[in-house]
């Protein structure tokens, strides 16, 4: 499974936009990026997968480029609900589900 | 989206006692279930996978001896923690993946079991 690389945390006000980005240098040609959220004693949550160039959804962005070797996520006009910790995970669906969290990113939310 | 259920949501127990955890998945069929562990501020890890009908593979470094798994059926999975200690205490999550995904990696986490071993 590719490794990835996020920044340990980050700080943000209401109502800016947050983007994470995450690297994963040896990313296979099956594997896909997906991104997790997690609040204090509770279990992820899934925000959003893609395999190139630009997937969105109601919650986030995701914006991959053309060489896939990282991946931002984007968060917009957050609020202090957003306050949590951020996971990119990247894996081959078709190879048994298995997922490797790194460390995540945690992202704070002041007013 | 599906959901996922623990039971209980913490538990604490004695030394040397076993706990059981259990994860269903409420509104679908699960072939596969995982189980990881979480220590404070540190990310998930993942501790064994949970097929149904056949024997769990574990991590490596996870005792199976330790941590019972059993999958009997598609919608319930267990998590045995044997002989408990202290350093077991952990927040345990469970997570399914549904019995015929689409091209989609995405599991379903379960909100998590606080063990508590005195």
């Known amino acids: 499974l590719a490794k990835t690389t996020q920044p340990i945390s980050m700080d943000s006000y209401e109502g800016q936009e947050v983007n994470i980005t995450c690297s994963h240098n040896?990313?296979?040609?099956?594997?896909?990026i997906t991104w997790y959220q997690q609040f204090p004693s509770q279990g992820p949550r899934f925000i959003i997968q893609?395999?190139?160039t630009k997937v969105t959804n109601e919650v986030a962005s995701l914006f991959i480029p053309a060489d896939r070797k990282s991946s931002t996520l984007s968060l917009p006009r957050v609020s202090l609900s957003d306050t949590a910790v951020y996971y990119c995970?990247?894996?081959?669906?078709?190879?048994?589900?298995?997922?490797?969290f790194g460390g995540g990113t945690r992202v704070l939310v002041k007013p | 989206g599906a959901v996922v259920s623990q039971h209980p949501s913490r538990v604490i127990c004695k030394s040397g006692t076993s706990v059981k955890i259990e994860c269903r998945s409420l509104?679908?069929?699960?072939?596969?279930m995982f189980w990881y562990r979480q220590f404070p501020k540190q990310s998930l890890m993942l501790m064994a996978t949970?097929?149904?009908?056949?024997?769990?593979?574990?991590e490596q470094g996870v005792e199976k001896d330790k941590f019972l798994i059993n999958h009997a059926s598609l919608t319930l999975s267990t998590l045995t923690v044997t002989s408990a200690h202290p350093e077991d205490s952990s927040f345990y999550i469970c997570?399914?993946?549904?019995?015929?995904?689409?091209?989609?990696?995405?599991?379903?986490f379960g909100p998590g079991t606080r063990l508590t071993v005195l």
């Open positions: 997570s399914a993946r549904e019995r015929a995904p689409g091209s989609y990696n995405e599991q379903f």
């Open positions: 040896n990313i296979a040609t099956n594997d896909y």
């Open positions: 893609g395999y190139k």
């Open positions: 995970l990247v894996g081959d669906p078709a190879a048994g589900n298995k997922l490797t």
């Open positions: 509104d679908f069929q699960a072939t596969t």
């Open positions: 949970s097929n149904e009908g056949s024997k769990a593979t574990y």
